[in-house]
């Protein structure tokens, strides 16, 4: 039998999915084939390298996110340069709103926020995939349907050909762009891509744009393409991957349904976690949950993440691996600050999804210290927070001596305070001058030199010495890579346009909002703390779904900024461009819940909290009463507790040496003091 273009493997969670696609990866790494595997999540990528290298799988394995796919078919089709994007891109898209020719916009195109909407409906055209010209065309004609929008569609349409001339007069392409070059080049060079078979595990939305690139390569390339999807035929939990699934279903040669199984669940707690998984938003009699399923309620939000962690700390204690628990939450940028500070007191090792601006990072803040006060306008409290700096100066009461003598004096600029510290140190600071000279000429020397210092601020509290970086001087070297490849990219390009760079001011301001990870990536011997996406293409042992309130899971609806999902009906229908409309977001809601929900093979643990921060009441999920209908009332009269404040545990549940013996002194008998001279 022939090999079949592209097969279609569909099926619920814990269908035997991944063993399907992973069996077909191995037997055709064994057939010397150069297979690739293509996984959501750079965490998915580590951990399925992990897997295949457990089962002998080592050498010629390709474990790869979608872009990079599109990278590689990019490669081989000999299409070359690298996309912009990030800050670079942002400062393109600044660039075209500032040259464009704007009427009833023209007010929000000034105000902070319209370059990222508009950067959203630019990925939105990039994922149809529409050419530019179409996406203007269409836009056109969308404003000409009704007189009242023709100006308003008028200036979107102008907004996105001035972004598109901006990328075409500086010679790159966008990551999406340069993903539709690719396909459009491997269509024109179908042997390119050769004989690597490609399986697509763990996805349960596609993009248009990723479904073209999947055609390109069953279709035109001829490779054989295993694509897998969480879906199941005729379930209410599935609406919202309904027209994912049928779009695939019309590209596919062949479909695989895999059946629901129960034997991937642990023993003790099959029969409840397994009835979640095909109960879950149907009609269903109620079960015993017995241990498989906990339910957590706090008074607040720092009690539920208390709560959660010790939880988490008692499992480990009792030998679980770190790995093997999730702590999910529907938006974890919210709470990762509290979720580091309490996990860190309670010794729990995580990776935690926590980016932060570069700025509030010791090397940031430095680094743009150093710009601002090598400018005339430098203050010198600029100039302070330079020397502040690790490494800058190691004797930092040279520094406070210095602060005192600015603030007894009345020094207010760095020129001043720069005098006052060389006299007294007799000590020249020359990173000062070499930005100043930098900042002169064109805006690519001021990227190149200030890369360079960025450098120069890392390595230098560690001169001299071989070890180990600790996890605050980690977040630095981490700050330090990502400031030096953006002022890199932003470098290159400003040497075609010195605006893209701008000023130093404006240099100030763009690395200003550039955003850094914090901490390790998820891995062995962390507890991975993340959102529902991040999940959805592995199991865990236990699996905490935290933050489940009214208006956070589901989350409310985000308007749209620049075409609301009226817009995007009455665009299809005026010119046959389909942006993707959430005109019921409950049901995608319910698809990351379920598809969280049914991650855990032995715990689950659904986590609340009964007021916000300043005490107003916080109603539960709705979520949590749809998990509560498919069990018996026992689930709910065994439900924790924690108050706002409380600062004691029950027994066996305190997360640290020292909260249990607080908790039992707490517990104790109290003792009246003697009086004084009795």
Known sequence: MGRVPLTLVIGPANAEKAGRVLGAFREALAQGREPLLVVPTLADVEHYRREL??????????????????????????????????????????????????????????????????????????????????????????????????????????????????????GVRDERGHAAAAIDALRLAPASWGDAPVFVYGFDDLTPLQRDALRALSRDAGAQVTVSLTYELGRQVFADRATNFEEMRGMADAREEMPARADFYAEASRTALHHLERGLYEDAEPVEA???????????????????????????????PAEEIAVVFRDPAAVAPLVAHVFGAYGIPAAIDRR?????????????????????????????????????????????????????????????????????????????????????????????????????????PHRGAARVLDADESIDAGAAAQIRTALAELGALAERDPRLAGSPEDLARVLESLTVRLGPSPGPGLVSV????????????????????????????????????????????????????????????????????????????????????????????????DVLTLFRPSLQEASERRALGAVGWPDGLAPTPREARRAAALAGERVRPAAAGG
């Open 530 to 625: 993340s959102g529902p996406l991040a999940v959805r293409a592995r199991r865990v042992r236990a699996l905490f779904a935290c933050g489940l309130q009214d208006g956070v899971w589901p989350r409310q609806t985000r308007p749209r900024l620049l075409l609301t999902d009226e817009d995007r009906r009455e665009l299809a229908l005026a010119s046959g461009l389909a942006l993707r409309r959430h005109e019921d977001p409950v049901d995608a809601e319910r698809f990351l819940f379920y598809a969280t929900v049914s991650r855990p093979e032995e715990l689950l643990a659904l986590s609340w909290r009964v007021a916000d921060d300043e005490g107003e009441d916080a109603p539960r999920s709705q979520f949590v009463d």
């Open 290 to 320: 017995g241990a498989a399923i906990a339910l957590l309620e706090a008074g607040g939000p720092r009690a539920e993440i208390e709560l959660v962690g010790a939880h988490v700390a008692r499992l480990l204690r009792d030998g679980w």
């Open 53 to 170: 290298a457990s089962s002998g799988a080592v050498f010629g394995v390709q474990v790869m996110r979608f872009a990079w796919l599109t990278r590689e078919i990019a490669r081989r089709a000999g299409v070359g340069g690298r996309p912009v994007r990030g800050l670079v891109r942002e400062r393109v898209v600044a660039t075209a709103v500032a040259g464009a020719e704007l009427g009833p916009l023209a007010a929000s195109a000034a105000t902070p926020g319209f370059a990222g909407a508009l950067l959203e409906l630019l990925d939105e055209l990039g994922d149809v995939p529409a050419t530019p010209q179409r996406a203007v065309s269409a836009l056109r004609s969308w404003g000409e349907a009704r007189p009242d929008r023709t100006a308003y569609a008028a200036d979107v349409a102008a907004l996105v050909s001035a972004y598109h001339r901006e990328l075409d007069r500086l």
């Open 356 to 460: 932060v601006p570069a700025a509030a990072t010791a090397l940031g803040r430095g680094l743009l210290a150093l710009l601002r006060a090598s400018s005339p306008a430098g203050t010198a409290d600029d100039l302070l927070a330079y020397l502040r700096t690790p490494g800058v100066v190691r004797q930092l009461e040279r520094v406070d001596r210095l602060e005192a003598h600015v603030r007894s004096e009345g020094l207010r600029t760095a020129a001043q305070a720069r005098a006052a510290f060389e006299e007294r140190n007799e000590w020249t600071l020359d990173a000062l001058d070499r930005v100043a000279r930098a900042a002169q000429g064109p805006p690519a020397r001021l990227c190149r030199r200030l890369a360079t210092e960025a450098q120069v601020l890392l390595e230098r």
